[in-house]
């Protein structure tokens, strides 16, 4: 890491800019995807490194991909032995909730949702938050987490096959 | 375009639940969060516009380095080992040339290593006085009680001159400077001043 340098208040603007616009994006990719990651020690580490090197960060065309990058190589770094692993489709399948099609509201489809996302293997439950919660193109996935874009596409549609079989067919509407 | 086909070809394959955009929303970040942020950004002077600068410290503490380093110390006070004129006994010749020098020199304090330097001065001069008299005494340029003619019939006021020249020149080299009819008039054996010892600065 760089030694810490003192902030203009250039500086101080353009990371005032980014707390605001990205931190919520980099806040829920680090609580959904890093699971057992302390999130507010990753996302202000992100930003410390952030400050560390300011010339680097202003230098990137897209900051919210630099800061995305930075909070994933610090969880995977930091975290790795402590990530869980992937559940196998038969503790999936134990663990999913019975469908209570029609019979449930739309705040209860949503928390189950996010339980169904959260047991999404760790591969396809990035990109569906890097795509979902972050906002980002397949392309920029692809580039962040360092696979082709076929990659992550399939990814993708594997984890949305997998939420459909576990919320039912009667819940999935299209979204184009 | 590339990236359009992507999109297109996750669309075509990969409708999702509308609800997931809901349940994966961005969050907002915990107030404590934001202040443990900014708290570090203050660390490294991030607040720094509502002060000085942060470019402008190091020169400005060079500078105040170099103010007390070398210019502070010539505005202090004597050393204490110096002390105040009136320890060193004087004979009232020896007190009037010292009045007479400090007054030519502008000094406005008196100090005994002030008062050393010139006595050694003032002795300096008596030597070269006295030096002059054996002369004088010989026959070659002068009697002993200074009213016998030199031999080379040197008129007495050239002689007396001659003196005064001799303590002009001990004074110069100690950087004095005498002023027509200042105070700093030499004075010969009988302490009378010099009659024609004019002293130009």
């Not at chain 1, 203009?8 to 806040?27: F, H, I, N, Q, V």
């Not at chain 1, 928390?111 to 990109?127: F, G, M, T, Y």
Request: proline share 7%; with cysteine.
């Amino acid at each position: 890491m760089n030694p810490r340098r003192p902030l203009t208040a250039d500086d101080r603007a353009l990371l005032e800019s980014l707390l605001r616009d990205c931190g919520p994006r980099l806040y829920g990719y680090v609580r959904k995807v890093f699971r057992g990651v302390d999130a507010d020690d990753a996302v202000a580490e992100v930003f410390a490194r952030a400050a560390d090197n300011i010339a680097s960060l202003r230098a990137a065309k897209r900051k919210d991909l630099y800061l995305l990058t930075a909070a994933r190589n610090y969880c995977r770094d930091r975290y790795r032995r402590k990530l869980p692993t992937t559940m196998s489709n038969e503790r999936l399948a134990e663990s999913a909730p019975p469908a209570t099609a029609g019979s449930e509201s739309r705040d209860e489809l949503v928390e189950r949702l996010r339980d169904a996302v959260a047991r999404l293997p760790e591969r396809q439950r990035e990109v569906v938050v890097l795509r979902m919660t972050a906002g980002l193109k397949f392309e920029e996935i692809a580039k962040l987490v360092g696979v082709p874009l076929g990659t992550a596409l399939s990814r993708m549609s594997a984890a949305v096959q997998r939420l459909r079989r576990e919320l039912g067919v009667t819940h999935v509407c299209g979204r184009r | 375009m590339f990236v359009d086909d992507a999109e297109n070809r996750t669309a075509r394959s990969d409708d999702w639940p509308e609800e997931l955009e809901t349940a994966l929303a961005p969050e907002p970040l915990p107030e404590a969060l934001v202040r443990r942020i900014r708290a570090d950004w203050d660390r490294r002077g991030g607040a720094c516009r509502r002060g000085l600068p942060i470019r402008w410290f190091a020169p400005l503490a060079a500078a105040a380095a170099i103010t007390i380093a070398f210019v502070l110390p010539q505005y202090q006070t004597a050393p204490p080992e110096r002390t105040a004129a009136g320890s060193v006994a004087l004979s009232p010749r020896e007190a009037a040339e010292i009045v007479a020098a400090f007054d030519v020199l502008r000094w406005d304090s008196v100090f005994d290593e002030d008062l050393k330097t010139v006595s050694a001065a003032v002795a300096s001069i008596d030597r070269d006085l006295r030096e002059q008299r054996p002369k004088l005494r010989d026959g070659r340029m002068g009697g002993d009680d200074w009213d016998v003619p030199p031999p080379e019939s040197k008129p007495r006021s050239y002689l007396e001159a001659e003196v005064a020249r001799g303590r002009r020149e001990t004074l110069g080299r100690m950087g004095w400077v005498c002023a027509v009819g200042g105070p700093a008039v030499p004075t010969n054996a009988n302490k009378e001043p010099f009659a024609n010892c004019e002293v130009k600065s």
